[in-house]
């Protein structure tokens, strides 16, 4: 009689467990994550791992930004800017926001290249850039034709 009891209390412990996991919200491991581009005065969310063309598409409208390729991979905080722009950006001068607007310079960076000036004053050429952790020759190959002092 006893096991007969404790056998169906057994069932009815995972028949509650069971309901319990069935209706316990799913988490998904692998979280859907995007990254947030800025262009053209305007922030784009875009899935992890899209490129230069997955943000034409979104954008409906052609990316004329030739010192980086169509299937460039975009980074969180990327700011593209068009090389028609004449304005360049003074890495002695300019702030945050607009040293963000570089190809491949997030917030982290930017914030480098302003405590790098606030250290040492200001850069004497474009080439000490190089100075900063995370750019380096091919970064700055993309970064002198936009950059001033």
């Known amino acids: 009689m006893l096991k007969k009891i404790l056998l169906l209390i057994l069932i ?3 028949f509650l467990f069971g309901t319990f996991w ?8 692998l979280q859907e994550r995007n990254v947030e581009v800025y262009y053209n005065e305007k922030i784009y969310s875009l899935p992890v791992g899209s490129t230069l063309k997955d943000l034409e598409n979104l954008c409906k409208e052609s ?14 905080g990327d700011c593209l800017v068009e090389e028609d722009s004449k304005n360049l950006i ?26 790098y000036r606030r250290f040492y004053g200001d850069f004497t050429s474009i080439e ?17 034709e936009l950059i001033s002092v």
């Open 12 to 14: 009815f412990l995972l």
């Open 22 to 29: 069935a209706s316990a919200p799913k988490i998904n491991t």
């Open 63 to 76: 990316i004329d930004i030739t010192y980086i390729s169509d299937d460039y991979i975009l980074k969180d």
């Open 90 to 115: 003074s890495i002695n001068s300019d702030d945050i926001d607009v040293l963000c607007r570089l190809p491949g310079i997030g917030k982290a960076t930017a914030n480098k290249i302003i405590e």
């Open 128 to 144: 000490e850039i190089k100075n900063i952790s995370g750019i380096g020759e091919k970064k700055y190959e993309i970064l002198k």
